[in-house]
């Protein structure tokens, strides 16, 4: 029996590697990092594992770990499926906090080939406060007539790093991409009619590392006359 043309360039098409149903095309792929400008180790920053993770919109996510190295500042990641993906890398220190991060975009893992990152350079992964609070007396806030909360925050006492109204009701709130250092907390309720102050919590001192998040549950006191601005 004759086989038509078109039937003769199916058969061949099916024939081809890795066209079958369910096939997947492999590479490798050689994620290259460095921690800040390069200028210190891993040892120097406290970074023990190095950990990358491959994601795209059609896969579940690739991870794979590796002790961190200065002498093979790299991972190797093998039989990876052919594919498009963004890359990123953090820096885990004996904690297993991520304190060190980065990322490549658009990285390409052709078949059957090592495929390279460019020199991914991983900074400190910013630390945040997660701030819930409540009123002394046990009352919400809109028996208090607050809508908002005015919230501030100073990293070594000095540099303004954070001030926004925030919605009073939501009673929680989660401040991100800060700095590490040390900062002192203001918080003050804003009256429904009169725009003053009339509740307050301050709280210095707290020391935010990369990569925490810190907790601060605040207690909002009723201030004896005005509140202070904050």
């Not at 190797?76 to 904690?95: C, F, H, K, M, W």
């Not at 991983?122 to 809109?142: A, Y």
């Not at 307050?200 to 549950?217: P, W």
Request: some cysteine; overall charge negative; hydrophobic content about 40%.
């Amino acid at each position: 029996m004759r086989v038509s043309a078109l039937a003769a360039v199916l058969v061949a098409v099916l024939a081809l590697p890795g066209s079958g149903c369910g096939d997947a095309d492999f590479g490798d792929l050689l994620v290259k990092y460095r921690i800040g400008s390069g200028a210190q180790g891993c040892d120097d920053v406290g970074v023990q594992v190095i950990r990358v993770t491959l994601a795209n919109s059609e896969r579940a996510p690739i991870v794979e770990e590796a002790v961190c190295s200065d002498t093979r500042p790299e991972v190797l990641l093998r039989q990876v499926p052919a594919d498009v993906y963004t890359v990123s890398i953090e820096g885990i220190d004996g904690n297993e906090v991520s304190t060190f991060s980065g990322s490549q975009e658009n990285v390409r893992v052709v078949a059957d080939s090592i495929n390279e990152t460019r020199e991914i350079a991983m900074n400190v992964t910013p630390p945040g406060l997660r701030l819930i609070w409540g009123f002394s007396d046990g009352m919400m806030c809109g028996l208090h007539n607050v809508e908002e909360l005015h919230v501030v925050l100073y990293r070594d006492s000095i540099s303004l790093e954070y001030d926004e109204m925030i919605d009073c009701t939501s009673g929680i709130t989660e401040i991100e991409e800060l700095l590490p250092g040390v900062y002192d907390l203001r918080v003050r309720a804003v009256d429904g009619t009169s725009g003053d102050y009339t509740f307050e919590y301050d709280r210095d001192g707290i020391e935010l590392q990369a990569g925490g998040m810190v907790q601060v549950v605040a207690s909002l006191e009723a201030c004896p006359e005005s509140c202070s601005a904050p």
